[in-house]
């Protein structure tokens, strides 16, 4: 079965870090460019991170210099390290193929809030 599953989120403070984890199964994950993305309330989906094949990164500008994305091909898992985390982070984190993308998994909740 070809599945995403996001876990990781939770409520911190504004400047405190969070690492996501998405797990991936039914699929040749190592053969896939992989991406994080966001969606606040009443906001369209963007892209936070995109991880290619070979693990060079493409970050979103909001996001440059504070989170890293990361991918273990043999847990078929995709991370993502937020750091000094602004309360405009706040928002449900996706991971999903950058391109065939997949039905979108339910999402991990990060809220940032003093």
């Known amino acids: 079965q070809v599945q995403l599953v996001e876990s990781g989120g939770g409520l911190v403070q504004p400047g405190g870090s969070l690492r996501l984890s998405c797990a991936a199964s039914?699929?040749?994950?190592?053969?896939?460019?992989m991406a994080w993305y966001r969606q606040a309330p009443g906001k369209q989906r963007e892209m936070v991170a995109i991880?290619?094949?070979?693990?060079?990164?493409t970050y979103a500008d909001s996001v440059k210099g504070r989170f890293t994305i990361s991918r273990d091909n043999a847990k078929n898992t995709v991370y993502l390290q937020m750091n000094s985390l602004k309360p405009e982070d706040t928002a449900v984190y996706y991971c999903n193929r950058l391109k065939y993308q997949l039905p979108w998994g339910q999402g991990t909740q990060v809220t940032v809030s003093s």
């Open positions: 039914g699929f040749s994950f190592r053969d896939y460019f």
């Open positions: 991880i290619r094949t070979d693990s060079n990164t």
